[in-house]
């Protein structure tokens, strides 16, 4: 059980970071969300207990808005007593450091990628292969099943970090400044963003690329100073990251459905009574279908934006990428729990 202490911690802490943000984006929202009066809005009901997470996209995304409307329905379901504030934009670091933070027990709860997980436990790596899923819906569905996933997840408790809900987080493609990739050979020698991990490294070599390894804050510039000469992501983080802005080229390569997990820090959570766990788990669990349903609205308003922007979609023949990397599954998934649950999510999608 978190004390008044860490309470008026994250009061402080929340108001430092709405002023920092405030001022960096012209009053554009952000910081931190999720305790301000009650006011109606998502998430503006404050608990005895407030619970920080770390996030690292705006206030609009699909998680971010459904992660309001679960503090809303944990204020409710515990009388009070707890509520979630939500420090978006990537205020208290990026996504990485976030993890870290929640390891000494300095964050309660952070939403990050799934590939920066393997840094921490090798064996994620199978949930992050490439042309892995068959679609959305069997994502969340298989990710989130302990009688597929559990053992691989709770290899990660002994890091610290405690895994509660997988999100769907779109299907990536490839986006370029100069000329359009439509196959393999167009991305020889170019430089593209990915992701930390050892997989995507791997995977954008096979594809024919040369991944470049980097926090997603940083991308922007890296697009405009020509440090890389694209990137990959979905439709969002596409557009509202303003990746747009340089690169116009968006080609439908398909190549990843990775998920962004919610994690806890193990000892906050370990720290909540059964009845609290089970208030917030019921929230968490409706939050992952509300997500799900914004997403997919989302993703048409991104596009089109991104489209009116001068975007070019380019539709691609995913074929020759999906054989370049097709080796990857069973070198990552040859035995063990991965092979475990890679046998599981391919059983899922026939
Ligand atoms: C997606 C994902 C984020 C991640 C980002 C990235 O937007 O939802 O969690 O930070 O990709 O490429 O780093």
Redesign the pocket.
Known sequence: MRSKTSKTMAAIAGAGALTLTLAACGGNGGGGAGAGGETGEPGSQQGETVLRVAF??NIE?P?AQALLQASDEIYESTDGAYSLQLFTDETLGD?NSTIEQMQTGALDFT???SPLLESFEPQMAVVNLPYLYTSPEQQVEVLNDPEITGDLYALLEEDGIKVLEA?H??V?NIYTTDAPVESPEDLAGLKI???PSDTNQQMMSLMGGVGTPM??GE?YTALQSGVVDG????E??YND?SHVETAKYYSRTEHLM?P?YLLASNDVWNGLDAETQEAFMTAFDTSVQTEFDLWAEDTERATNEAVEQGAEIIEVDVEPFREAVLPLHEQIAGDGIPKAVYDAIMASGE
Do not use: C, K, P, S
Request: proline share 0%; hydrophobic share 45%; net charge neutral.
């Open positions: 690292n996209q995304h998680q996504q939403i990050v990628a999100y987080a779109g990536r963003r990915i992701i926090a997603a991308i990137a990959e992501n979905n969002i983080t990251q990775l962004d």
